[in-house]
Structures are given as structure tokens and as C-alpha cells.
């Protein structure tokens, strides 16, 4: 069974860090792109960061120069370094990876940033 977990989120204020990790299980995704995306209730889900096999990546305007993805193969985990957080990045942020013609998802972590 393929699954993705995430953990990592929490409170903190704004100006702060936080390390996103999502580690995936039963299958190898290291042929897959992943990435990160989140959610604030009413809005569309958005599209934060991607990683892609040959260790491309792309962000969301908004989150430029504030958040690194990267993976780790071996772990079969990706990573999202969030620094200078604001409040508007307060948002559940869902882990996402594509394999052999499916999607995945992960449950999503908890990311709340004060003011």
C-alpha cells in the first residue's frame, strides 16, 4: 500500500522556520516528481513547490526565495524548508507525487503562522 506521510508543521511566528517532511512508503518514488502543495478552507488548493527526477524545481510566486524543496532517494522523503514565514502561508500542506499513472496524496500537516 502506497502512502505518504507528513509531518513537520506546527505554530510559529511569523518570520520563523519550519522543515516540512513527507516520507513515502511502498513504492520507490524516485523516478516520480513531488512536490507540495496547501490548502486555506474556502480557497483552491495552490501548488507550493515541485521537485522532478532531475532535480528541477519550481515555486509558487508567492513563496520565492523563502521555501527550498528537495528529496532525499534513499529515504524516499521530500523536504520543505520554509523560512520568513508570514501569516498568509498559514495553510494544511499536503505532500503529492505522481507514479505509473496515479496520484498520491499525503493527510497534510498543520501550518499556522501569527502575527
Known amino acids: 500500500q502506497v502512502q505518504l506521510v507528513e509531518s513537520g508543521g506546527g505554530l510559529v511566528q511569523s518570520g520563523g522556520s519550519l522543515r516540512l517532511s513527507c516520507v513515502a512508503s511502498?513504492?520507490?518514488?524516485?523516478?516520480?516528481?513531488m512536490a507540495w502543495y496547501r490548502r486555506v478552507p474556502g480557497m483552491q488548493r495552490e501548488l507550493v513547490a515541485i521537485?522532478?527526477?532531475?532535480?528541477?524545481?519550481n515555486y509558487a510566486d508567492s513563496v520565492k526565495g523563502r521555501f527550498t524543496i528537495s528529496r532525499d532517494n534513499p529515504k524516499n522523503t521530500v523536504y520543505l524548508q520554509m523560512n520568513s514565514l508570514k501569516p498568509d502561508d498559514t495553510a494544511v500542506y499536503h505532500c503529492?507525487?505522481?507514479?505509473?499513472?496515479?496520484?498520491?496524496w499525503g493527510q497534510g500537516t498543520q501550518v499556522t503562522v501569527s502575527s
Open positions: 503529492n507525487a505522481y507514479h505509473s499513472g496515479k496520484v498520491y
Open positions: 511502498g513504492t520507490s518514488f524516485s523516478g516520480s516528481p
Open positions: 521537485t522532478v527526477p532531475n532535480g528541477s524545481t
